[in-house]
C-alpha cells in the first residue's frame, strides 16, 4: 500500500520560514518523480515544485527565489524549504507521487503565513 505522509506545516509569521517533509513508503522512491502542490480556500489545487527522478526541478513562478525542493532517496523522502513565506502562501499544501500514468497523493498539511 502506498502511502505519502506529510509533516512540517503550521502557522509562521510573514517573512518566515517552514520546511515540510514527505516520507513515502509502498514505492520504489528513487524511479518516482515527487512534487508538492497547494490548494488555498476558494482556489484550485496548482502546482507548486517538482522534483524528476532524476533530481531536475520545476517551480511556479510565484515561489521561483524562495522555495526549494529537494529529495533524499536514501529514507524515501521530498522535502519544500519554503522562505520568505508571504500571506497569499497560505493553503494545504499537498505531496504528490508520479511516473507515467499513476499519481499517488499525501493527505495535506496546512501552511498558515499570517501575522
Known amino acids: 500500500q502506498v502511502q505519502l505522509v506529510e509533516s512540517g506545516g503550521g502557522l509562521v509569521q510573514p517573512g518566515g520560514s517552514l520546511r515540510l517533509s514527505c516520507a513515502a513508503s509502498g514505492i520504489t522512491f528513487s524511479w518516482w518523480a515527487m512534487g508538492w502542490y497547494r490548494q488555498a480556500p476558494g482556489k484550485q489545487r496548482e502546482l507548486v515544485a517538482i522534483?524528476?527522478?532524476?533530481?531536475?526541478?520545476h517551480y511556479t513562478d510565484s515561489v521561483k527565489g524562495r522555495f526549494t525542493i529537494s529529495r533524499e532517496n536514501t529514507n524515501s523522502t521530498v522535502y519544500l524549504q519554503m522562505n520568505s513565506l508571504k500571506p497569499e502562501d497560505t493553503a494545504v499544501y499537498y505531496c504528490?507521487?508520479?511516473?507515467?500514468?499513476?499519481?499517488?497523493w499525501g493527505q495535506g498539511t496546512q501552511v498558515t503565513v499570517s501575522s
Open positions: 504528490y507521487a508520479n511516473k507515467f500514468t499513476t499519481t499517488y
Open positions: 522534483i524528476t527522478s532524476n533530481g531536475g526541478t
